[in-house]
């Protein structure tokens, strides 16, 4: 049974930092694309930054140099580091294992917020 468990959502002042993390279990993990996702309330789930197993990264262009994306394949868990948050980052943030099929956790809630 595969399960993406995800931690270290919360509250936040704006410019503040957080770092999330996923653990994965019942999958190889070093063969998958790991990547994070976010939805707000009313808009569509949108790519937050990935990690090709290669460890290429790819960034959604509204988190370009704030947040940073890196996996510990030893410990079958991805992190992003979020720096300089701002209010508009708040959301759902969600964990994603890709292979030949998606997988995703059950996400956690950060909320930048003064």
């Known amino acids: 049974q595969v399960q993406l468990v995800e931690s270290g959502g919360g509250l936040v002042q704006p410019g503040g930092s957080l770092r999330l993390s996923c653990t994965a279990s019942g999958i190889i993990f070093s063969r998958y694309t790991m990547g994070w996702y976010r939805q707000a309330p009313g808009n569509q789930r949108e790519l937050v930054a990935t990690?090709?197993?290669?460890?290429?990264?790819i960034y959604g262009d509204t988190v370009k140099g704030r947040f940073t994306i890196s996996r510990d394949n030893a410990k079958n868990t991805v992190y992003l580091q979020m720096n300089s948050l701002k209010p508009e980052d708040t959301a759902v943030y969600y964990c994603?294992?890709?292979?030949?099929?998606?997988?995703w956790g059950q996400g956690t809630q950060v909320t930048v917020s003064s």
């Open positions: 990690i090709l197993r290669g460890g290429m990264t």
């Open positions: 994603n294992a890709r292979f030949h099929f998606d997988y």
